[in-house]
């Protein structure tokens, strides 16, 4: 298996999750946003809301198909034991503990804003997202590791050489529509909690991983087509945003998603395939930052709202506060505090360091330090 560094797809993940923090922000100033359990704003910003439209077909499935790359690098240097484990600590642990200790806080919070009784409950909250990748790694890694065994295999083979083509890629929207005719959602972007959000999130993640178990050809082909997608993209968007709702046209979002996918697979590996500081800091922080950012986010909004500020300004007031507080907490807290970090989704790994001395110091001292992530480490949950 190749041991090639990807930096475009660290980048992408990061870029995904700062415009999930976008978009959640931009929730509270539409006049719907109580009815999903967010804190709402009474001086609204519908017309905020149509730029997140773009968003909102593949900002999700974006980061199931990353979470399946993620897995594949995963799979190279481990069984399927060692698999399971890491991945339990990695994802069961945060999942379990922000049930019970980080999604009720913004319930907590809602419910003071609105001064109600305040009341403690477990629940998923945003955090069913890793819910859904836990399943995937248990349900799907039995296939994972049979390709993995048969790389040299026609199978192989057969994907690589569709890769090749412009439409090959994009041809995995069929699996797409087919979950649409099986499930029927409400709305193409209803992925908390629901079954579409499972299914769709199965096959991204599925894809993801046989998107870079196919080799090289996949990305030459996005690299090289990434403009024609990202033009289809757009065109369907236009489509969809002059008002086409029925059920019908959903199979034609499937194309629109996967097409913005695509062509920002292609965008990443042509321009965002290199290393940097800020991406090394960004890509460890982004998972403890997703992990907080609700809870940070019904803070700022709990904050900034009573005090009566023009929407644009509360909006972009909310918006330096989640970003820069859920960074400090990262920083000074999450970072930094052993106990904390395998409850957040960061690596809990210890190694002996033997100081060696120059031979006027007799004895030898024995310390125990932190390992921190590499940079360029794509063994990434989200």
């Not at 809301?49 to 077909?57: A, C, F, G």
């Not at 600590?89 to 319930?107: E, N, Q, S």
């Not at 090289?216 to 993209?233: D, E, H, N, Q, R």
Request: aromatic residues 20%; proline residues 4%; charged residues 15%.
């Amino acid at each position: 298996m190749t041991t090639e560094r990807r930096y475009d797809i660290d980048w992408l993940r990061v870029i995904a999750i700062g415009l999930l923090l976008i978009y959640h922000i931009a929730i509270i100033f539409q006049p719907w946003a109580m009815f999903i359990g967010f804190i709402k704003s009474e001086n609204a910003l519908e017309g905020l809301w149509k730029p997140m439209t773009i968003l909102n077909v593949w900002r999700i499935p974006l980061l199931f198909f990353v979470s399946g790359m993620g897995l594949y690098f995963a799979m190279k240097k481990r069984n399927w034991k060692q698999l399971f484990i890491e991945r339990s600590k990695r994802i069961l642990l945060p999942f379990v503990f922000g049930i019970l200790a980080i999604t009720p806080l913004h319930f907590l919070v809602f419910q003071n804003y609105y001064n109600m009784p305040l009341s403690y409950f477990p629940h998923m909250g945003h955090l069913w997202f890793l819910g859904n990748i836990f399943v995937y790694v248990v349900v799907l890694s039995p296939v994972f590791y049979y390709l993995k065994t048969n790389e040299e295999g026609k199978f192989k083979k057969a994907i690589s050489k569709v890769m090749t083509y412009a439409l090959g890629p994009l041809s995995i929207s069929v699996f797409f529509m087919i979950e649409i005719g099986f499930v029927k959602p409400q709305l193409f972007e209803l992925y908390a909690q629901t079954w579409h959000g499972f299914f769709i999130g199965l096959l991204a993640f599925f894809f993801g991983f046989l998107f870079v178990y196919s080799g090289k050809a996949f990305w030459l082909t996005v690299s090289k087509w990434k403009w024609l997608y990202i033009g289809i993209a757009s065109v369907l968007f236009v489509i969809r945003f002059t008002g086409y709702e029925s059920i019908s046209n959903m199979y034609i979002t499937t194309i629109e998603s996967n097409t913005w996918i695509l062509g920002l697979f292609g965008i990443g590996y042509s321009y965002l395939n290199k290393p940097s500081a800020l991406l090394s800091y960004l890509s460890a922080a982004v998972y403890p930052v997703y992990i907080i950012h609700m809870f940070v986010l019904y803070a700022g909004a709990l904050f900034i709202l009573p005090l009566n500020l023009h929407p644009i300004l509360a909006y972009i007031g909310i918006t330096l506060f989640t970003f820069i507080v859920c960074f400090l907490i990262y920083e000074f807290i999450l970072k930094r505090i052993t106990i904390l970090r395998p409850l957040f989704g960061l690596k809990w790994k210890f190694k002996s360091v033997v100081q060696k001395k120059s031979n006027r110091i007799q004895n030898t001292t024995q310390n125990t330090v932190f390992q921190c992530d590499k940079p360029g480490d794509h063994d990434k949950i989200i």
